[in-house]
């Protein structure tokens, strides 16, 4: 292969693993997607790890613009994959990060949609990807998203993901000591290789997050760096980017964003590279998780499509406003009104 990356090619891809998105009045949110006890949880709709690495071998044969290679191991000795698509070393780089949590799948397959897109060569395709540099690590915990750990998993709803990785440490939260292998990985041969401009850090929450103290279910929450010592101008940098995006969703009709409430330790992906290495960063959470030992979390089947299409949304404005520049103006003082998460309880 042109590329560095491990071939699986006894592996194929299961058809009908992306999904289409009707413009109708379902939405993202809503009683209908909760666990409950009786909603389907089909994660087999997903990407596993072979699965995942197959379908990065078939977008990395079929595009020039693309490199894929493997930065680093798992706890359980599987790779640690980055796509990258660099075209000039000058022009801003924007990384996009998933699944550091092994139960927040939802958005690795938005990144997945992506990266499809990305190696489409069409014209807007091309005009973006000359002047954005773009980095996707699909997937940090794969070790997790697997459920293949050195610790029960009996106490799940479907014991099939978890938070945590192999040694049940939560990657989130290993942004300073960097003890795990895929963290050391990421920050040595991702963070630090590429020194990326731009983070978007995706992930889940609970399916009965608010807006606010309403009884309205949101699709996702986002939150800019919270630590005191990242410099102004990077929070700032940060709050623009969380604009692009927060604009961009709430103007598709199925979603709708709060502001996260979420800490300020350094440990935490957001503050921590962002502190470290003056990377703007975003967070952003997406609805419901694939499996967890608290139901409430659990998100069925019936809106991954939304959400998933919710993180490709949120990619495509962020690259498109880097590309034109149109990031540098965007107005932060939403960010004075969005009203924090909630909690609807049961």
Known sequence: MKKTMTVLSSVTLCAGMFFSFPVGNVSAVGEGPNYNGNETIKNERLHNYEE????LEKQDKKSEALTVESYGKSVKDRDLYLAKFISNPENPTILFLTQQHGNETLTTEGALKMIQHLTSNGKEVQDILEKVNVLIAPRLNVDGAEGDVNFSLEDYVSGTHTRYNANEVDLNRDHVAKEQPETQAFHEFVLQKYQPDYMIDLHHQGTQTTLGDSDELVSGSILYPTNENVSADVVEKSKKLGSVVYEAVEAKGYGTLSKYVGGTAP????NG?????????????MRGMADHYYEPYVLGQKSNGYLIQQAVVAMDAALKAIADGSIETADTSFWDTLPESGWKGE
Do not use: C, D, K, Q
């Open 267 to 270: 440990t935490i992906g957001r």
């Open 52 to 55: 995942m690495v197959a379908f």
């Open 273 to 285: 590279i962002a502190l470290e290495y003056g990377i703007s960063t975003l967070l952003m959470e």
